[in-house]
């Protein structure tokens, strides 16, 4: 970069904040995106990485500071584009017409022609030989192809030209011959005065590509230096450690020398799946890794494998409580008490009708057993704050005899004193016999398992055990490091 | 570029079609002429257009149960009003048009559900039906008339008509822009809004053209039977709806395909008609239809398990 | 506790109550039991089809059954055709037209659950089936229901239609096994969000399984009903109660988007749909004109019970 003045950059941002309720987002960001460089942008869960990525594209609006920029943003015909890792593509449509949506000029006869011929022309200039038929509908293409699209309708002029291009863990399904494409590609975009911001969980990938990267932690830049000013272990620790590492470590020892009593007793392996997750009677076993890597798909393919969707036994196999409390866990229209009792119910109906009086004293015991915060059990469940809710789901799970507890990242939204006694529940739960599998997104949870698995790309990475567990094996096997 | 391989599935609705004309065919020589084509037919384009109409409608993820009332007032509105006052129809027609494009604003504009919705828009298209026409009666518009009655050569109108709309559809909804970023919002409408469209105005638009569509099918009703009433049509709503899952659409995801749903009406009108070549009692009529419905859709399960394995 | 006016039952009601004093302000209190006795007949049919379809619809969102009409028609004709008019046969006609029923519902979950249909392509595919074997099995003859029986069907105990009180007594099952069933928990809980159900031990599948049973078995006890009441199996006889079944579970305040039941409600809904009509009828106001009144009131109901939940 030859000069540094806000005129010059693609966008700059000053002071910004962004809150969405209570929490804070994006927490006083400074950040100048030049033309020619490439921003390698790490950290870790919920660092605030897709925030601010919102924010730069203009989808959000900063609560405070500034943004500035001086191409199109928002819109369309912006000059800011963004490829996501979900994929964002109409399925039911070409490549070529879903180039069409994106582009404001694509009008009057022989568009199909033209459409067709800059996609194509994108396509072969990202991933030469690529061999994609941009006429067929997008849902019969593999998701690398898909992938391969999106990128390239993100570098595709679209009417204008790209100036500065987000790419959003762009590699997580290609195969490492066209991810080199898109590297390369990356490389000779910013030669030529393109602006690039890159997210990837592949630390490697960050290496080669990028000219600065920009490490965020809880909505804040922790650290921003050239590349060639971290190495490994420097970008590792910089992308942050659990604070308290000892009194976590203490505890684990004690427990397992709490467990290891019962396993001696009753060992016996009671899940074992083709993918290699394994857990014997009495174990707490911890899935790691990156969010959105498989973690929560290798349970749920677990849980439907070991229960049925015909017979509702009086003893559950398996117990879920799950993380996403929308999508999984919470039934907005009922009380508090109707959610923590739904599992319960087999056991205790009498001739199909569901005993009331044992339900009530139920909800009490548990309200009271974990805390939560409510006068009245009658009331709604969405009156609750998310951490009450996420209470009810455990106590949903815990309360039902099932031998198998499934967690399918349960702690968000739960404050630090309740967190600790679930700890503790959990920890008692599996000394009296029951196994509990437990993906947390949370480095510091996973240090309590017993064993750990950590899933990159919907495989197994790494499976680890007693004192092997810590912070920073976890990390390196969520990242994949070496270099090609 | 490579070249398309066109899926067995992809070919169903045609495959059933052509099954059935072949059948028709070999069990009654005579309606393989002009006149015979035309007879078997005839009665089909309205349905056809209909079901165009409930195509637009399940593009977008939505259901239409009014189609049926619909097309019947329309048919209603042409018998009478068109007849006597000819500005004052078609301005009633247009009215009907912009009525449909505001009923889709204000289902994504309120998040409504459209099967209910549009329920209790057929109980008020059917109460205007009957205002405007409390018996069976009226007539067609000459012109109506000499139009749906005209002979082409080569092919009887039957057939042209079929080819017309299947062609019209086509363009409109596969080929043209916008028709792409209609199909586009119901593949996924995030990404739609997200490039910066105003939803609200493409789900307006997409009703709309539902709308003239089911215009179209009363105006061409009326000039087949000459004369209508305000039930004419009530069983359009239900045919157009399996005239598109028949012709290979489904009701998530913006999958249509509007030759295959034209195909799709002839198809079931086929069923219908092929009984009688068969000498079975014209009380399985109906029970034809739901039963080359249930054949087809059985067939795409196989073939759809089929493209899974390979 | 919620409060009485936040209870959606009650607007059905209310309404229903009101347009019955406004009939009976025109018609004059003499007219009173005899529209109250055709509201409650005609009422219990609406209301026991519609409790069926409440099910179905609160399984949530594309859910719906519709063979209700065909359903009624077939196990209605077959029904009288069973019991010959003979007299003494009137349970062998109950037993068919459940037998029917049942043989439906379970075609239809068959083509939901073996082709992956969608409901509302398995349910009219398989109607148009059943409309088929209605007509062929009618054939144009007209078979009256026993003597008894018809006697029955139009009669009154205590003064109440007994089809009528056929119809509170099934009521009052539904209602208790929503309420306080376990099977009542598990339609609910799969109505709000199937996969967190299912997350939480509830048989998903089997739910589905008896929702769609459970519609076509009172569809067919509805079909003979009304054949017994109105003196034989008419081919068109279910025609109506397509969209008015919906109608009348809209009305009454059960959540089309699924998970939320309302008995009373469907009951309320019923009369109230009856009543509205013959008031209109009273009034002078013609067919077309009441047909439009009643599509405003489905929709304008809808559009209110969107501003609830939108509020809430």
């Not at chain 1, 920009?214 to 970008?235: C, K, N």
């Not at chain 2, 349905?47 to 593009?59: C, D, N, S, V």
């Not at chain 2, 919002?185 to 990404?191: A, E, I, Q």
């Not at chain 3, 229903?16 to 055709?38: C, K, M, P, W």
Request: glycine share 12%.
């Amino acid at each position: 970069m030859n000069t540094s003045q806000p005129v010059e950059a693609v966008v700059a941002l000053r002071g910004v904040h962004k809150q969405f309720g209570a929490v804070r987002a994006i927490d006083g960001i400074d950040l100048t995106l030049a033309p020619g460089e490439c921003v390698g942008l790490v950290g870790h869960n919920g660092a605030g990485k897709s925030t601010l990525v919102n924010l730069i594209n203009g989808t959000l609006k900063p609560s405070r500071g500034e943004i500035d920029s001086h191409v199109t943003r928002g819109g369309r015909g912006s000059a800011i584009r963004s490829v996501f890792q979900e994929l964002s593509l109409c399925p039911n449509l070409s490549a070529a017409e879903n180039l069409r949506i994106a582009h404001p000029t694509l009008k009057g006869l022989g568009w199909r022609r033209r459409a067709g011929a800059e996609i194509r022309a994108s396509l072969d200039q990202v991933f030469p030989g690529h061999g994609i038929d941009t006429d067929a509908r997008v849902d019969t293409l593999s998701i690398a192809q898909r992938q391969m699209i999106e990128i390239a309708i993100g570098f595709a002029p679209r009417g204008g030209q790209a100036r500065l291009v987000i790419l959003d863990e762009p590699t997580s399904s290609l195969d490492a011959g066209i991810a080199e494409q898109l590297l390369a590609y990356v490389e000779r975009f910013c030669a030529e005065g393109g602006t690039v911001v890159f997210i990837s969980h592949m630390l490697g990938e960050i290496f080669r590509v990028a000219s600065r990267i920009v490490v965020m932690q809880d909505g804040r830049v922790v650290a921003e230096r050239a590349s060639q000013d971290f190495d490994r272990d420097s970008l590792v620790d910089a992308m942050g450690h659990v604070a308290q590492h000892a009194p976590s470590a203490d505890r684990r020892r004690d427990a397992e020398g709490a467990s290891t009593a019962g396993a001696g007793a009753s060992g016996e392996t009671v899940i074992e799946d083709a993918a290699g997750l394994s857990a014997r009677r009495g174990e707490i076993v911890g899935l790691a890794g990156l969010a959105g890597h498989g973690q929560a798909e290798a349970l749920a393919r677990l849980y439907f494998a070991g229960t049925s969707g015909w017979r509702a036994p009086r003893q559950p196999r398996m117990a879920f409580v799950a993380g996403d409390r929308g999508r999984d866990g919470v039934l907005p229209l009922w009380s508090i008490l109707r959610n923590l009792s739904l599992s319960v119910l087999p056991a205790g109906a009498r001739r199909g009708a569901v005993d009331r009086h044992a339900e009530a004293t139920l909800g009490h015991d548990w309200q009271q057993r974990i805390g939560i915060r409510s006068d009245d059990l009658g009331n709604p469940i969405t009156s609750l704050s998310g951490g009450n809710q996420q209470k009810v789901l455990f106590a949903r799970a815990l309360a039902s005899s099932a031998p198998i507890v499934v967690m399918d990242d349960p702690m968000r939204g739960v404050d630090v004193g309740t967190k600790q006694e679930v700890y503790a529940l959990i920890r008692a739960e599996a000394d009296a016999g029951r196994t509990f599998l437990w993906y947390s997104t949370e480095t510091e949870e996973v240090c309590q398992c017993d064993r750990v698995f950590v899933f990159r790309d919907g495989k197994i990475s790494a499976e680890l055990s007693g004192a092997e567990i810590s912070e920073e094996r976890i990390l390196a096997a969520s990242f994949e490091m070496q270099e090609n | 570029m490579t070249r398309h391989s066109i899926s067995p599935r992809k070919l169903l609705p045609l495959i059933s079609f052509s099954v059935l004309l072949i059948a028709t065919f070999a069990l009654q020589e005579r309606a393989m002429s002009y006149l015979g084509l035309n007879l078997l037919f005839n009665l089909t384009i309205p349905i056809a257009l209909a079901t165009i109409g409930q195509l637009l409608i399940i593009m977008v993820n939505d259901i239409d149960l009014s189609v049926g009332a619909f097309v019947s007032l329309v048919a209603c509105v042409v018998s009478t009003l068109l007849v006597q006052h000819p500005w004052l129809g078609w301005l009633a027609l247009a009215g009907l048009v912009l009525a449909y494009a505001a009923l889709g604003a204000l289902i994504h504009r309120f998040e409504l559900p459209a099967i209910v919705v549009t329920l209790g828009m057929s109980f008020i298209w059917g109460g205007l039906a009957l205002v405007i026409m409390p018996a069976p009666g009226g007539t067609s518009p000459e012109w109506l008339r000499a139009l749906m009655t005209v002979k082409p050569p080569l092919a009887p109108m039957a057939v042209v008509a079929a080819l017309l709309i299947a062609a019209a559809a086509h363009l409109l909804i596969m080929r043209s822009g916008i028709g792409t970023v209609l199909r586009g919002l119901g593949g996924n409408s995030r990404s739609v809004a997200r490039a910066g469209w105003r939803l609200s105005g493409l789900y307006a638009l997409t009703y709309g053209l539902a709308g003239v569509f089911g215009v179209l099918a009363g105006l061409t009703l009326v000039g087949l039977y000459t004369s209508s009433g305000a039930s004419v049509a009530s069983s359009y709503t239900l045919l157009s709806i399996a005239g598109v899952i028949l012709g290979g659409g489904e009701f998530i995801g913006g999958r249509v395909s509007p030759i295959g749903a034209v195909l799709g009406a002839l198809t079931l009108s086929l069923a219908g008609s092929l009984l009688a070549f068969m000498h079975i009692s014209p009380d399985w009529q109906i029970g034809a239809q739901g039963a080359v419905l249930i054949l087809v859709l059985a067939a795409r399960l196989l073939f759809t398990r089929r493209e899974a394995l390979l | 506790m919620q409060s009485l006016i936040s209870r959606p039952w009650l607007w059905a009601w209310l309404a229903a109550i009101a347009v019955f004093a406004l009939s009976i302000a025109l018609s004059g209190a003499s007219q009173a039991g005899g529209l109250l006795y055709a509201a409650l007949s005609f009422g219990a049919f609406a209301a026991i089809v519609g409790i069926g379809q409440m099910l179905v619809i609160t399984l949530g969102p594309g859910n719906i059954d519709l063979s209700i009409p065909a359903v009624m028609t077939l196990a209605g004709t077959l029904a009288l055709k069973a019991m010959d008019g003979a007299p003494g046969t009137a349970l062998l006609g109950l037993g068919v037209a459940l037998l029917v029923g049942l043989g439906c519902g379970a075609a239809n979950f068959a083509l939901i659950r073996l082709l992956r249909l969608p409901p509302i392509i398995a349910t009219l595919a398989a109607s148009l089936l059943y409309q088929s074997l209605a007509i062929w099995s009618n054939r144009g003859l007209r078979i009256k229901p026993p003597a008894a029986l018809a006697d029955f069907a139009t009669g009154r105990t205590l003064g109440v239609p007994n089809v009528a009180l056929i119809g509170v007594l099934l009521a009052l099952v539904v209602w208790w096994l929503l309420e306080r069933g376990l099977w009542g928990r598990w339609l609910l809980a799969t109505g709000q969000n199937p996969r967190a159900a299912r997350l939480a031990g509830v048989p998903v599948e089997r739910v589905r399984a008896s929702a769609y049973l459970s519609v076509a078995l009172l569809a067919g006890l509805t079909g003979f009903l009304l054949a017994s009441f109105s003196g034989g199996a008419a081919l068109n006889m279910g025609q109506q109660y397509l969209l008015l079944s919906i109608a009348v579970v809209v009305i009454g305040g059960t959540s089309i988007a699924g998970g939320f039941s309302n008995v009373p409600g469907v009951w309320g809904a019923a009369l109230f749909m009856f009543l509205v009509v013959s008031m209109l009828n009273a009034y002078g106001f013609d067919a077309g004109a009441r047909m439009m009144l009643t599509g405003m009131i489905i929709i304008g109901i809808v559009i209110a019970a969107n501003a609830r939940r939108r509020r809430a």
